[in-house]
C-alpha cells in the first residue's frame, strides 16, 4: 500500500504535538480536519488510525524501531498498518526488517513497555489492582466501537435501528443494555445522525450509571457534575420527562451545550444550574436523588483517549482524590433524607471509588445499597464505577 506524503507528515505532526504539548488528540484531529475540508473520508481514517494508535502503542513502537522520535513511531505504526515506507519519509531508528523481526519480541517485554504506559502509572495500577492490574490494562489498550444510547424520549430501539439502516449505518443490540445499540469495528456516525436527538453516543459502561440512580417519573434529581449532560439526557429518559432533572457543573460552556443537546432530545424536564458557591444551601434537601459523576483520573476511558496516559501525572490523581472527596462531604447537603446518591466515576481505580465511598460511609449518614464496578476486561466496554447510597433519615 501507498501513502499520501501530506496525510503522513500532518499524522506525524498532530502526533508530536500531543508527545510535546500534552494537546488532547480528540481536539487536534477534529482541529485538523476542520481545518481540511478537502481531506475526503478514506484520508481521514489514515490520519486517525496513524495518530490514534501511536499514541496508544507509544512505548511498544519505540521499543521496534529503537527510537522515541515521532517520525519513526509513525514509521513503525505504518509497517504494522501493513504500507511500504516511501523514501520520502525520514526518521532515524531500526529498519523495516528490523521493526518486523522484533515484533516477537514484544511478549517478553516488561508490561510498561509491553502495555505502552508510563511507568508510575503500572507501578500505581499494581498498587491498586493487585493481579487484576494485568488484563485490565491490556483491556484498555483495545480499540472501542461506537455505542450509542437510543433517547426513548424520541424512538424505540427498534425504531432507532430501522432509521439508522434507512441511512446506510447497521447498529445491532448490545446484551443487557435496553437502549443500546453498538456500531461495527472502525465505523463512525455521521455527523448529521449525531445531531439528530433520536440517539446519542454513549458508551455502554456509561449507560448503566443512571438506571442505579433510578429516577422516577415525577421526582426531583440533581446530577451535580452533568458536563454536557451524557447522563442527564439519560436520567430525562428514564423518568418519561415527568419531573425535573437539574444539570449542575461549574463550565458554562459545557452547560450551554447540554441545553442544546436537550432541546434537539425533547428533554424538557431537565433544567441546567451553574455551580455557584451557595449551591449546596441554595438546593438543601431538594433532591429525591443526587447523582455525583465526579471529575476524575478518567483512567477507565484509555480505549478512547489514549493520550490521557501521556497527560495524566501522579498530582493530578491527588488533586482529582481531594475534588472526590469535597464533593461528597459538600454536595450531598442537596439530597432529602431518604433519598438515594450515586457516586460514580470513570475510573478503575479503588482510591478513586470504593476507598471514597467508604469514607462517606465511615463520616456517618450514608449506607451502601449496591455497587456496579464496570470492568473494561470483563465487559469490553470502557471502566466505570458507581456506588448508590442510601441517606439515612
Ligand atoms: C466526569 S465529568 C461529567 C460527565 C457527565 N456527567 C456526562 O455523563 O457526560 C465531571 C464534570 O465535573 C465538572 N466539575 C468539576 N469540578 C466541579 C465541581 N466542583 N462541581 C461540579 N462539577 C464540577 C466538570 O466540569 C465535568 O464536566
Redesign the pocket.
Known sequence: MRMHRLLAEAAAEIAKSVFREHRVLDHELAAAFDANPRWGKRDRSFIAETVFEVVRWRRVLGFLVDSEETTALCAAQWVRMGYDLPDWWNYNGASVDEIRSREAEIAGQPRAIRESIPDWLDELGVVELGDAWDAEIAALNQRAPVYLRVNTLCATRDQAISWLAENHVTASEVPGLPDALVLPAGKVLPKPLRLDGRIEI?DAG?QM?SPLVDPQPGERII??????????L?LAALMQNEGRVFG????QK?LSELERRAKRARASCLKTKL?VETMAEDFAGVADRL?I????S?LGTLKRQPDLKWRLKPAQLDRVRA?QQ??LEN?TAMLKPGGRLVY???SILPSENRQQVDRLIASGGFSLIKEKPVSPHQTGFDGFYAAALLKNG
Do not use: N, R
Not at 451535580?224 to 449532560?229: H, I, T, V
Not at 449542575?248 to 463550565?251: K, N, Y
Not at 459523576?293 to 476524575?296: L, R
Open positions: 454513549q456509561s450509571i446530577d451535580a457534575c452533568s458536563g454536557a449532560g451524557g447522563k442527564s439519560h449542575m457543573d461549574v463550565d459545557k455551580i447523582l459523576d465526579s471529575p476524575c478518567g475534588i469535597e464533593l454536595y460514580a466515576t470513570c
